[in-house]
């Protein structure tokens, strides 16, 4: 009882209605809304796996996992296996749920790493067969086709023959006695074919009268001359009728006999909608997976509660839930426009036991409870829990709570008694966990009990897993009683359950921390400037009471707060005044990170503008590299031009040596204007006495005595010893080389075979130069016109020795023809196309014999 209670202060169904929203079939949406806690946690894992494995195969999809045609075909099914008969849309339903689940089982069988999901629809069976089948016997509207049987066939076409022969019976009536119908129309009454006759000409035409207009002024009359085509057509519509549900029956017992089978295709289905609603609602909260840790440690009991930890299955493990935010809140932030939701953080230590949170009204607390709790029974259910990573906390057996005024004027319960009934349910369901606990413990042998050293007897108690939230503990009574029931309340929880959080008022509570490790404190900031709760949950402060500082800065008479005041007493105030400076130390401290936290982000900010500007400068030196590039192509042109206008001065005229000389002359002019200068050197390093230099060789770092001689060398000590090193065994301390003095090289003698660049192995081959006497240009013409402009070029150009053919690209026809006629001309020795910065295909060169 007290579970179901629990879940409803913490409005758990409301959760579950917002985790329905994102089901994607009726099913799903029902699983979600009546969503089931696990009783085991080897379940929970199972369906956090689930959860984990749908969110990963979901970012993988481009439009998600796709339920369309799965529909609820339960009652159809338990209906199929009494053996009633299903309709035409009941057994397309079920086609259509049969091909949407093996389109589901395709999708995840595509998909390796999934082996949660891989497992669930590996025995899952579709039947095909039977989704054919039905698709040939009933069609899109659920209607028994034509092709489900001949017979049905042959019925359905002596019914349109029979309708056929009864219509042009009615048209030619009404033709006859067009001054007696009331409207030229053919219509039915129940299954009769009837016409629209004027009641005062009733008689002109005989028959039935099947139905009468509301006015009276109407018959419907059935005339005699089709009576017996009316009589035919009931009987084809009865055996049309008859064989129809023979198909259906048919197909139902098919289906009936896969009942059990379908019915779990049916439940695989809804499992896979509901792990995916939990990871689209995870997704949609921001949610990440947690991890269930073993919390707490086993502890005795010596004496008067003497709490001596027993040093095995130890295990330091800590609850995390950093920026942990209420879900339901989320919602109605996203949802109903509500205030932003204000994350808190919650780090357990694994020895707490009881956590007393303490702050002034409407400060939060409560909301922290209800948080927990909620983050609790979400991870239980395989729910990702809204908090940063990593998400940490214990598998909780028991999620108690007593959240709330339980007031009832007709029950005559207090606020006091409402407290204490609902807190002793609670205590009676951990008590019968602890029983079962006893009884696992007692079949694995006689641990129960232990002699300690001076020989008293040591119980061994395990407490419960449970979480236990305790809003206002001990309030609704007078204070001195209700915090002292408060405190030994929560002693027993601290002995008897894994873990509890109590919101309280009561100042005696938050002096346990120091009497008990077990214990810990937190409380909810106040901001005393605007006499307002901040809602952040602050970790190992109590509360500080606020009380006569509201009251002053509200404008209470002064001598009133100072009178009440002295009924306080001093210690109260000296507490008060120690938690202000611990609070104030703590802004202080988060103040320091957030500027800690803004020179990162600064820092980071100006390491990506470096790294713009670098990538900009590369950027940049890569543009003015190809620019010099270009301009030493262009020059390289232009010096080849003027070379090309050199030799063919030299070739219009009488070859000499003088003319040589200076042909060879002006060309070292010319490559010395188009010559880029060398980069002048970078000065090197020069040491001088005194300097301290390094010898990288020695691995020493010497200082220089001397300065280097006509043979580079130099004296250098260090430590105790001198010795002679060369220049180019040293480097100053921040890496640079010396310059070293370049000798002076004796000059080459001239030879003949070098005098004025000709002659000999030294000789170059004259590169090929393109000039207006060697380059035709016949673009645009006709072969046959072309070959004799060719011709005429080649006798002209033979001195050069090359011709340059400028034909264009086009569609190659005029290309073809010039090559074939260079092919056969005895004077060209070879041709070859232009390169690509010269013409490319466009230009052909010959070279002539």
């Known amino acids: 009882m007290i579970q179901s209670e629990t879940l409803e202060l913490l409005e758990w169904s409301r959760l579950c209605q917002h985790l329905a929203t994102f089901a994607a079939t009726k099913l799903g949406a029902l699983a979600s809304r009546n969503l089931q806690i696990p009783a085991t946690q080897s379940e929970s894992i199972h369906l956090l796996n689930q959860t984990k494995e749908v969110y990963l195969l979901e970012s993988r999809l481009a439009t998600g996992l796709s339920f369309e045609g799965i529909q609820d075909i339960g009652e159809s099914l338990l209906r199929a296996g009494i053996g009633g008969i299903l309709s035409g849309n009941e057994l397309l339903a079920i086609a259509t749920t049969l091909a949407g689940t093996r389109q589901l089982r395709r999708v995840i069988d595509a998909q390796e790493d999934l082996p949660v999901l891989n497992s669930l629809v590996a025995e899952l069976r579709t039947y095909p067969e039977i989704e054919q089948e039905i698709h040939r016997c009933i069609d899109d509207r659920g209607e028994v086709a034509d092709r489900a049987s001949p017979k049905l066939a042959g019925i359905r076409n002596q019914i349109r023959s029979c309708r056929e022969q009864i219509y042009q019976r009615l048209q030619s009536i009404m033709q006859r006695h067009s001054n007696a119908v009331q409207e030229q129309v053919i219509t039915q009454r129940g299954d009769r074919f009837v016409i629209p006759v004027k009641a005062p000409q009733k008689d002109a035409i005989p028959g ?168 609790a029974l979400m991870a239980k259910v395989g729910l990702f829990v809204p908090a940063r990573e990593p998400v940490e906390l214990p598998w909780f057996e028991q999620i108690l709570a007593d959240i709330g005024d339980e007031q009832s004027l007709e029950q005559s319960l207090s606020t006091f008694s409402g407290h204490i009934r609902r807190i002793s349910r609670i205590l009676n369901a951990i008590g019968r966990e602890e029983s079962r606990g006893a009884e696992e413990q007692g079949s694995r042998g006689e641990e129960d009990k232990q002699d300690g050293e001076d020989g008293e007897e040591i119980t061994s108690s395990s407490p419960s897993s449970a979480l236990v939230l305790l809003d206002e503990v001990g309030a609704g009574t007078d204070p001195a009683e209700g915090s002292a029931l408060a405190i030994a309340l929560l002693q027993y929880l601290a002995d008897n359950a894994l873990l509890t959080i109590a919101t309280t008022h009561f100042g005696e509570l938050k002096a346990l921390k120091y009497e008990d490790e077990r214990f810990e404190n937190a409380s909810v900031e106040f901001d005393d400037v605007s006499l307002s709760p901040t809602y952040r949950l602050l970790w190992g402060i109590p509360g500080r009471s606020n009380a ?91 010096a080849k031009a003027e070379i090309g206008s050199v030799i063919r001065r030299l070739q219009q005229g009488s070859m000499t040596a003088q003319d040589a000389q200076a042909a060879t002359q002006e060309i070292n002019q010319i490559a010395q204007k188009h010559t880029p200068p060398p980069p002048k050197p970078k000065p090197g390093f020069k040491p001088q006495i005194g300097d301290r230099i390094r010898i990288p060789r020695l691995g020493q770092t010497a200082e220089v005595l001397s300065e280097p001689n006509e043979n580079n060398q130099l004296s250098v000590r260090f430590g105790m010893m001198k010795m002679t090193v060369g220049l180019e065994d040293i480097e100053s301390l921040d890496g640079q080389k010396p310059d070293l003095p370049v000798k002076p090289k004796p000059a080459p003698t001239e030879t003949p075979l070098n005098k004025g660049g000709k002659g000999g192995s030294q000789s170059q081959p004259v590169p090929t130069i393109r000039t207006s006497r060697n380059t035709i240009d016949i673009r645009g013409r006709r072969v046959a016109d072309s070959e004799s402009e060719i011709e005429r070029a080649i006798a002209q150009a033979t001195e050069a020795g090359v011709l340059w053919i400028v034909h264009g690209k086009g569609t190659g026809k005029l290309r073809e023809g010039v090559h074939e006629f260079l092919k056969q001309h005895p004077q060209v020795e070879r041709f070859e196309l232009a390169a690509e910065k010269e013409g490319g295909a466009g230009v052909t060169i010959a070279y002539l014999k």
């Open 548 to 638: 006569l500082t509201i009251a002053r800065r509200l404008g209470l008479k002064p001598e009133v707060v100072e009178l009440a005041q002295t009924y306080v007493g001093g210690a109260s105030e000296d507490v008060n005044q120690v938690i202000a400076g611990l609070e104030a130390q703590r802004r202080r401290q988060e103040t320091k990170a957030d500027e800690a936290a803004q020179l990162l982000k600064e820092a980071e900010r100006l390491h990506r503008d470096v790294s713009q500007k670098a990538a900009a400068l590369k950027e940049r030196e890569n543009q003015l590299r190809l620019q010099q590039e270009q301009e030493v192509q262009k020059a390289i042109a232009s």
């Open 208 to 375: 039935i009268v099947h139905d009468t207009s509301s006015s009276g002024a109407t018959l419907y009359i059935e005339p005699n001359p089709i009576v017996s085509l009316g009589n035919q057509m009931r009987q084809l519509m009865r055996q049309q009728q008859t064989e129809e549900e023979a198909i259906r029956q048919a197909l139902s017992e098919q289906v009936a006999a896969v009942q059990s089978d379908l019915e779990r295709l049916l439940a695989i289905a809804t499992t896979l909608d509901l792990a995916t609603a939990k990871a689209r609602y995870s997704f949609w909260l921001g949610a990440n997976p947690p991890r269930f840790i073993d919390f707490g440690s086993e502890v005795e009991s010596r004496g008067a509660g003497e709490q001596v930890s027993r040093g095995r299955n130890q295990i330091e493990n800590s609850i995390t839930l950093r920026q942990l935010r209420h879900p339901l809140l989320v919602w109605q932030q996203q949802h109903e426009q509500g205030h932003a939701v204000i994350p808190v953080d919650l780090l357990i230590q694994p020895q707490i036991r009881v956590v007393t949170i303490t702050g002034p009204n409407t400060g939060g607390k409560t909301v922290t409870l209800k948080t927990l709790g909620l983050a």
